[in-house]
C-alpha cells in the first residue's frame, strides 16, 4: 500500500522540497540555502534518487522503513506470545497512527531513525535476555550497529539516549531468586532458563551509555549528521559556513516522532505479561498437607 504508490500522494510539501533539494544538492545541483538534516535519511533518499531518476522515489526509504516497523511491532507481538489475531492487531494499531501514515507516504519525519533506533532496542534487550554468552554478544555487537546507524538519522535523544534506556527496562530484571526462596510445589520448572553472565556488565553499560548521551545532548550539542556532506555545485564552503553559524536552529519541516513500536511493543508486552499472569498453584508441602495449594504470580508474589 505504501510502497507501490510512493508517488501517488498529494502534492509536494515545502518539508519535501527541502529534502528533494538536499538529494539533488549531493548529485551535483548548485543549490543555496539548504537547512540543517541527519546524514542517514538524507543519504538513502539521495541514492532513491540516482537510481530511479524520479524525484518521488526520495519517499521510498521512508515507506519501507514504515513498512518494516509496522512488521516488527506484528511480529514482536507474536514472539511474546500472543495470538496471531493480536499480533495482526498490533501491526496495525502502529499502522493506524496518522503520523506512521504520513511518513510513510511522504519524505517527512524519520522513520528511518525509528526503525534504527527500535532495531537497536530490541537487539540489546535480547542480548539482555539471552542465556548464552556467545548469543549475547553477537546481539549485543547487532544492537551496537543499529545504535550507530540511529545515531546518524535521530541524534543522540532518540538514537541513542531512548534505545539504551528502553533495552535496559525491558531486558530482564536482575533477581537473586533461587528454587531455594520459591514456596514448595515451584522448582525450576517454574523458571525460565537463567540469564548469561553478560547481563549484569551490559545493563550497566546500557544505564551509563544512555545517562552519557543524554548528558551530552543536554549541553546542546548539534546533532549528528549535521548539513548534507554532499552538496557540490559551490555551496561546500557556504554550507559549512551555515551549519556553524549560531542562528541556525531549524531541521527540516518535517515530523520528527518518538520510535512509534517501542510504544506499541511495550503495550504488547505489557499484555503478554497479564496474559501470563495467571496463578500458578502448586502441591501443598508434605508438612501441611491439610493446607490449601499456595498460588504465586509470573513474579513469584505468593498468598
Known amino acids: 500500500m505504501l510502497v507501490p504508490g510512493y508517488g501517488a500522494h498529494g502534492l509536494w510539501s515545502q518539508g519535501e522540497i527541502g529534502a528533494l533539494q538536499r538529494a539533488q544538492a549531493a548529485l551535483g545541483a548548485a543549490l543555496s540555502g539548504l537547512e540543517r ?3 542517514l535519511p538524507d543519504a538513502l533518499r539521495t541514492q532513491a534518487l540516482a537510481l530511479t531518476g524520479d524525484p518521488a522515489a526520495i519517499r521510498l526509504p521512508g515507506a519501507i522503513a514504515t513498512c518494516i516497523l509496522v512488521a ?10 500472543l495470538s496471531v489475531t493480536i499480533a495482526l492487531l498490533a501491526g496495525a494499531f502502529a499502522l493506524a497512527f496518522p503520523l506512521s501514515l504520513t511518513q510513510g507516504r511522504l519524505a517527512l519525519g524519520d522513520p528511518v531513525g525509528e526503525l534504527a533506533s527500535t532495531a537497536a532496542a530490541l537487539l540489546l534487550a535480547t542480548a539482555l535476555a539471552s542465556p548464552r554468552l556467545a548469543r549475547g554478544l553477537a546481539l549485543a555487537a547487532a544492537g551496537a550497529g543499529a545504535l550507530a546507524l540511529a545515531a546518524t538519522a535521530s541524534g543522540l535523544w532518540l538514537g541513542v539516549a531512548l534505545p539504551l534506556a528502553a533495552a535496559a527496562l525491558w531486558g530482564p530484571a536482575s533477581s537473586g531468586m533461587s528454587s531455594g526462596t520459591l514456596p514448595s510445589g515451584h522448582g525450576m520448572r517454574d523458571m ?12 550497566l553499560v546500557l544505564v551509563a551509555g544512555a545517562l552519557a548521551a543524554a548528558g551530552v545532548a543536554g549541553f546542546g550539542l548539534p546533532p549528528a549528521g549535521g548539513l548534507h556532506p554532499g552538496a557540490r555545485g559551490g555551496q561546500g564552503p557556504r554550507l559549512a559556513r551555515a551549519a556553524a553559524h549560531p542562528g541556525l536552529p531549524r531541521r527540516p519541516r518535517g515530523l520528527r516522532l518518538p520510535a512509534v513500536p517501542v ?4 503495550a504488547a508486552r505489557a499484555a503478554a505479561a497479564r496474559a501470563r499472569a495467571g496463578r ?24
Not at 192 to 203: G, N, V
Not at 263 to 266: D, F, K, L, P, V
Not at 280 to 302: D, F, I, L, V, Y
Open 37 to 39: 538534516s541527519p546524514w
Open 72 to 81: 516488527l511491532a506484528a511480529g514482536l507481538a507474536r514472539a511474546l506470545g
Open 192 to 203: 525460565s532458563p537463567p540469564p548469561s553472565a553478560l547481563q549484569r556488565p551490559l545493563r
Open 263 to 266: 510504544a506499541a511493543a511495550g
Open 280 to 303: 500458578r498453584c502448586g502441591s501443598p508441602s508434605a508438612s501441611r498437607s491439610s493446607a490449601p495449594p499456595r498460588c504465586c504470580t509470573a513474579r513469584g508474589r505468593c498468598r
